[in-house]
């Protein structure tokens, strides 16, 4: 068996209440070093040494996520946590602790920058055209079938130019809210379940205290802006946890 890392706290006092354990049931531990928690598990030698076995097993690497941010989600829930990667293992406990004290300033710093803060999501959509009007009928020929395909394409191209620029404008109003922004690629279709194109995938760590403004500012955006807007949140801000390997 080897050490599973799932995060790190500070002032843990018990292991998350997790109902079903870590990965593939493991009983949950703390690892205590260097005025830090680490929250771990053991986790089977073979199966974390040799991932790229498992790279093409989809539901044993969906298993493994599920179980992987469920702990860290409860964590999360009563601490500031830094959430490392998915899969991140350790020969032991010793070098587990030994990553604690090396790396005490960087995980320092990321519980200092997200106590008190969690991620906020905001994404938006290219907003569907209106229906062609029936009136207009079916093309006439060929050719008229050619260029009214041309037109259509031209104002697809400048809706998603027009919808990019809201985006940009949607960004910063959230960035200047927040205390930090990331944005992400947007997703592709078949990751977000929309036939609308993403925009706009941003990532953004928010002071609790303004939540409420937050959803005000997206709530009058999506009101008066012509993009659809989606608020997702409030998650463990993993965006904002990043270290030095």
């Known amino acids: 068996m080897i050490t599973y890392l799932y995060a790190v706290g500070r002032d843990l006092e018990r292991v998350p209440d997790v109902g079903s354990g870590g990965i593939a ?19 089977d030698r073979e199966a974390f040494e040799d991932l790229e076995a498992h790279r093409e097993d989809l539901a044993w690497l969906a298993e493994v ?56 999501g905001v994404k938006a959509y290219v907003r569907p055209a209106a229906a062609r009007s029936a009136a207009a009928g079916r093309p006439s020929s060929g050719a008229a079938y050619l260029r009214a395909r041309r037109e259509a394409l031209r104002e697809g191209d400048a809706a998603i130019a027009a919808a990019e620029r809201e985006a940009d404008a949607v960004d910063a109003a959230v960035a200047a809210l927040a205390v930090e922004a990331r944005r992400h690629p947007p ?50 801000p993993y965006s904002f946890a990043g270290r030095a390997s």
Request: proline share 2%; net charge negative; no cysteine.
């Open 25 to 43: 049931g493991g009983a949950l531990r703390l690892v205590d070093e260097a005025g830090l928690q680490a929250v771990v598990s053991d986790v």
């Open 65 to 120: 996520a599920r179980a992987h941010h469920g702990v860290v989600e409860a964590v999360g829930r009563e601490h500031a946590v830094a959430p490392l990667a998915l899969a991140t293992v350790y020969l032991d406990d010793d070098r587990v602790r030994a990553v604690l004290r090396e790396s005490r300033a960087e995980f320092a710093a990321v519980l200092d920058r997200v106590d008190g803060r969690d991620e906020w």
């Open 187 to 236: 997703q592709d279709r078949s990751l977000t379940g929309r036939s609308e194109q993403m925009v706009l995938n941003g990532a953004y760590l928010v002071e609790r205290s303004a939540t409420d403004e937050l959803r005000r500012l997206v709530e009058e955006l999506a009101r008066d802006g012509s993009v659809d807007l989606e608020l997702t949140g409030p998650w463990v």
